[in-house]
């Protein structure tokens, strides 16, 4: 059974400061990764993905994820954190085969002080 | 567009009693899914509707069952609430079947059993 694993229950950062989330994944086989984002009050929201191809992916508002396939991670990241990124974030992960609905994450909470 | 709506928002149920809440989306998507969030373990899968007509269990299915009515319209029932379904329940929809892993959230069902 597919799994994933993000090890950051809760950030906090100051403006500015850059964000690294771990998030490993256990899966036998080929895999999409995604990560989600659901601000305060609003929907979960697909923040980027992972198919195939240059394993560095830019997603909106300056995120990236880096998918390193030896070490089964995709690790999510922005230089610089505005306040406006406090939110829960969420890494998912589906298989190319068989059942695709997504597998999440426990979330990351991060909280940017101002 | 209103995307994926769900029903009702808040809940209060007494441990044995029954519910149903109801999702309905107008994106035209094939696929529609129900996820319970609880804190510390984030989104896991209930149950799936891959296409119109078919169900399939997903990680945590015990104490639910799901109607697929049409196209639109996926329903997740309680047939008698436990203290341990008190969750946020979402409700999410895709056109692909997973293929891109964009799924639509609904906001989310509070739901609250004593």
């Known amino acids: 059974a597919q799994s994933v694993s993000q090890h950051n229950h809760h950030v906090i950062l100051s403006e500015a400061a850059s964000l690294e989330l771990g998030c490993n994944y256990s899966?036998?086989?080929?895999?999409?990764l995604f990560w989600y984002v659901q601000y305060p009050g609003q929907h979960l929201q697909l923040l980027l993905k992972?198919?195939?191809?240059?394993?560095l992916v830019k997603g909106i508002k300056g995120f990236e994820a880096e998918f390193i396939k030896s070490k089964f991670s995709f690790n999510l990241r922005k230089p610089s954190v505005q306040w406006s990124d406090t939110a829960e974030y969420f890494c998912?992960?589906?298989?190319?085969?068989?059942?695709?609905?997504?597998?999440f994450g426990s979330g990351t909470r991060l909280q940017v002080q101002p | 567009n209103a995307g994926v709506t769900q029903t009702p928002k808040f809940q209060v149920l007494k441990t044995g009693q029954s519910m149903t809440l109801q999702c309905a989306q107008d994106?035209?998507?094939?696929?529609m899914y129900w996820y319970r969030q609880d804190p510390g373990m984030g989104l896991r899968l209930i149950y799936y509707?891959?296409?119109?007509?078919?169900?399939d269990k997903g990680e945590v299915p015990n104490g639910y069952n799901v109607s697929r009515l049409n196209k639109r319209e996926f329903s997740l029932r309680l047939e008698s609430a436990a203290p341990s379904q008190t969750s946020v329940y979402f409700c999410a929809s895709d056109l692909t079947g997973g293929l891109t892993g964009e799924l639509f959230f609904g906001e989310g069902s509070r739901l609250t059993v004593l």
């Open positions: 994106m035209n998507h094939n696929s």
């Open positions: 992972y198919f195939s191809g240059d394993p």
């Open positions: 899966y036998g086989g080929t895999v999409n």
């Open positions: 509707s891959a296409s119109e007509g078919t169900t």
């Open positions: 998912a992960v589906n298989g190319r085969t068989g059942r695709r609905a997504l597998t």
